[in-house]
Nanobody, 115 residues
Framework: QVQVVESGGGLVQAGGSLRLSCAVSGRIFRINSMGWYRQAPGKQRELVAAFTRGGNTNYADSVKGRFTISRDNAKNTGYLQMNSLKPEDTAVYYC?????????WGQGTQVTVSS
C-alpha cells in the first residue's frame, strides 16, 4: 500500500502565502516524479508544478514566479511554496507521485484565497 497525504491548505487573503506538503509512505521503492495539480469547481484538473523524471521542473504559466516546487528525497516528501496568492488560485490541490510506472494520488487539500 502506498499513501499520499497532502497538508498545508487553508484560507488566506490575496497576496498571502501557503506551503503545501506531500508525504508519500508505504511500499514504494523510488519516486521517479512528483507533481502538484489543482482542480477548481467546475473546471478540469490542471498541472500546477512538477518534477520530471530527469529532475527538471515544469510550472503552469499562471503560477510561474509565484510558486516553487521542492522535494526531500530522503523523506519522500514534496512541497509547494505558494506566494502572492490570487483568488483564482482557489482550488483543491492534489499531489501526484509516480513510482515504477504507477501513479499515486492524495485526497487533496483545499486552498481558498479571499479577495
Amino acid at each position: 500500500q502506498v499513501q499520499v497525504v497532502e497538508s498545508g491548505g487553508g484560507l488566506v487573503q490575496a497576496g498571502g502565502s501557503l506551503r503545501l506538503s506531500c508525504a508519500v509512505s508505504g511500499r514504494i521503492f523510488r519516486i521517479n516524479s512528483m507533481g502538484w495539480y489543482r482542480q477548481a469547481p467546475g473546471k478540469q484538473r490542471e498541472l500546477v508544478a512538477a518534477f520530471t523524471r530527469g529532475g527538471n521542473t515544469n510550472y503552469a504559466d499562471s503560477v510561474k514566479g509565484r510558486f516553487t516546487i521542492s522535494r526531500d528525497n530522503a523523506k519522500n516528501t514534496g512541497y509547494l511554496q505558494m506566494n502572492s496568492l490570487k483568488p483564482e488560485d482557489t482550488a483543491v490541490y492534489y499531489c501526484n507521485a509516480n513510482s515504477a510506472g504507477w501513479d499515486y494520488w492524495g485526497q487533496g487539500t483545499q486552498v481558498t484565497v479571499s479577495s
